[in-house]
């Protein structure tokens, strides 16, 4: 059973608009959730993380939200811009440890 | 290099094959995992080591496959007989050790059983 899920495999947005991707989790185990950049034959890429004691971190245009209750997360990017076209994962970790699960991603593409 | 360098970067073998892959880690960094990532999915955990040992192994799916890391530096992934369903792309990673430290990627290592 996929304990992460990413149920959209493809988001497209104009540049400068937000873009959302989402995440569910089913393990309750989990404390400790990341998002993943992939650009293609290249390793994944850290982006941002959230552990559980918060609902929200900011990084410049990235922000991550936690819904704990819904086992719910989501990546805000705004305003998006066409070097963020790549595939992005959700991963988690139920000890703030590098032993992640990850969802099988989302592919977003950034018109100009 | 700067990076985590994983080789070769495509490798392909016939069926039945044993195959190694290597990766070097961040000088520095005492933890090392190795992840599958199968075509349209999002990378699998195989095994995480802590210096020289495997702290964890659950990942590895069966006894075809081992790895070691026997100076707590390079790495190696070794799969025997190996089977069209083991075509993936193998990933290495490293990181400092404890929480909330950041994984650092390879390139990976794509491998092809014809």
């Known amino acids: 059973d996929q304990q992460v899920k990413q149920n959209s495999p493809s988001l497209s947005v104009q540049e400068g608009r937000i873009s959302i991707l989402n995440c569910d989790y089913t393990?309750?185990?989990?404390?400790?959730f990341l998002w993943y950049k992939k650009y293609p034959a290249e390793g994944p890429t850290f982006l941002i993380s959230?552990?559980?004691?918060?609902d929200k971190n900011e990084d410049g245009r990235f922000t991550v939200f936690l819904n704990k209750s819904a086992k719910h997360l989501s990546l805000h990017i705004v305003p998006s811009q066409p070097g963020d076209s790549a595939v992005y994962f959700c991963?988690?970790?139920?000890?703030?440890?590098?032993?992640?699960?990850f969802g099988g991603g989302t592919r977003l593409m950034v018109k100009p | 290099g700067a990076g985590v360098s994983q080789t070769p970067s495509n490798k392909v073998t016939e069926k039945g094959k044993y195959v190694e892959l290597r990766c070097d880690p961040i000088s520095g960094h005492t933890a090392l995992y190795w992840y599958r990532q199968s075509l349209g999915q999002g990378p699998e955990f195989l095994i995480y080591f802590q210096g020289t040992g495997a702290a964890d192994d659950s990942g590895l799916p069966n006894d075809r496959f081992f790895a070691v890391r026997p100076e707590g530096s390079v790495s190696t992934l070794k799969i025997q007989r190996t089977e069209r369903g083991d075509s993936a792309v193998y990933l290495c990673?490293?990181?400092?050790?404890?929480?909330?430290?950041?994984?650092?990627f390879g390139q990976g290592t794509r491998l092809t059983v014809v």
């Open positions: 990673a490293s990181s400092l050790e404890g929480a909330n430290t950041e994984a650092f």
């Open positions: 393990n309750s185990m989990f404390d400790y």
């Open positions: 991963a988690a970790s139920p000890n703030a440890g590098n032993m992640l699960t």
């Open positions: 959230i552990s559980s004691i918060k």
